[in-house]
């Protein structure tokens, strides 16, 4: 396993991770619908490209396959966060999470937040993070529910 910062040659094989990730999610928390809403981000959305080009993250690799990322945009913030379907359940999203958290602590930054899917907030909660409120957003027509979240990092 591999754990390396993102570039910008990293951009496409982002995507994909993203794209995998979102469409293996279980029916029972985001329909086909929500799915496909949520994964068009990746291409429809200026903001996506921005936070990838501006952010700062890391990869994770296993051999030469990409399967999971993570990044922070602006510096306070975790603003994508994806594992691959086939990789979930592996710790590969606790390493991710550390080392945002570890590169966010060295540059001074007191506190972390994001908006987590009704996925991953479980894994925040699980490395001390705090929900603030749930909320209910609408992507491309659909109606998601998440949770807006922080962690302090002092």
Not at 19 to 38: H, L, M, P, R, T
Request: charged share 30%; proline share 1%; glycine share 4%.
């Amino acid at each position: 396993m591999n754990l390396r910062q993102i570039t910008e040659k990293d951009q496409i094989q982002l995507k994909k991770i993203y794209f995998d990730s979102i469409k293996s999610i279980d029916e029972s928390f985001y329909n086909d619908e929500q799915k496909f809403a949520w994964a068009s981000q990746a291409w429809k959305n200026s903001k996506f490209d921005e936070i990838l080009t501006r952010g700062k993250g890391w990869l994770i690799q296993e051999n030469t396959d990409s399967i999971g990322f993570a990044t922070r945009y602006p510096s306070n913030k975790l603003s994508l966060f994806y594992v691959r379907g086939n990789s979930r359940r592996k710790g590969l999203g606790s390493i991710l999470l550390n080392q945002i958290e570890n590169d966010a602590r060295s540059e001074g930054q007191y506190f972390l937040k994001t908006e987590a899917s009704l996925i991953s907030y479980k894994l925040l909660i699980k490395k001390n993070w705090k929900i603030l409120h749930k909320e209910k957003v609408i992507i491309n027509d659909k109606i998601f529910e998440r949770y807006k979240m922080i962690k302090n990092l002092i």
